[in-house]
Nanobody, 130 residues
Framework: QVQLVESGGGSVQAGGSLRLSCAAS????????MAWFRQAPGKELEGVAA???????????AYTDSVKGRFTISRDSAKNTVYLQMNSLKPDDTAMYYC????????????????????WGQGTQVTVSS
């Protein structure tokens, strides 16, 4: 049984940093793509960043425009863990953050679509105050 468990959320002031972790168990080694999504109150689920292997075998990352240059996604395959380093946090980053994983190759055009990920964690709250 696959499980994704997020950790590392919390409350910080604007300009601060947090690192989210997502530990995967089960058939985690088969995940070709992993991603972070977030959902703020009253807003839709939004893709934040993705890490995975495209069909050519190359490993790559993708980010939504609002976090480029501030967030970094990385993966430690030995630990079956994906991370999201978040720097220069803004109040607009406040949301519940979810880890997601999929068996398919990373689609660099539609990586932000939640339908591409089969497995989801329970979420970790990030709150940024001004």
């Amino acid at each position: 049984q696959v499980q994704l468990v997020e950790s590392g959320g919390g409350s910080v002031q604007a300009g601060g940093s947090l690192r989210l972790s997502c530990a995967a168990s089960g058939y985690a080694s088969s995940f070709r793509s992993m991603a972070w999504f977030r959902q703020a109150p009253g807003k839709e689920l939004e893709g934040v960043a993705a890490h995975g292997t495209v069909y050519t075998g190359v490993t790559t990352t993708a980010y939504t425009d609002s976090v480029k240059g501030r967030f970094t996604i990385s993966r430690d395959s030995a630990k079956n863990t994906v991370y999201l380093q978040m720097n220069s946090l803004k109040p607009d980053d406040t949301a519940m953050y979810y880890c997601a994983a999929g068996d398919g190759f990373l689609d660099t055009w539609y990586w932000y679509s939640s339908n591409r990920y089969r497995y989801w964690g329970q979420g970790t709250q990030v709150t940024v105050s001004s």
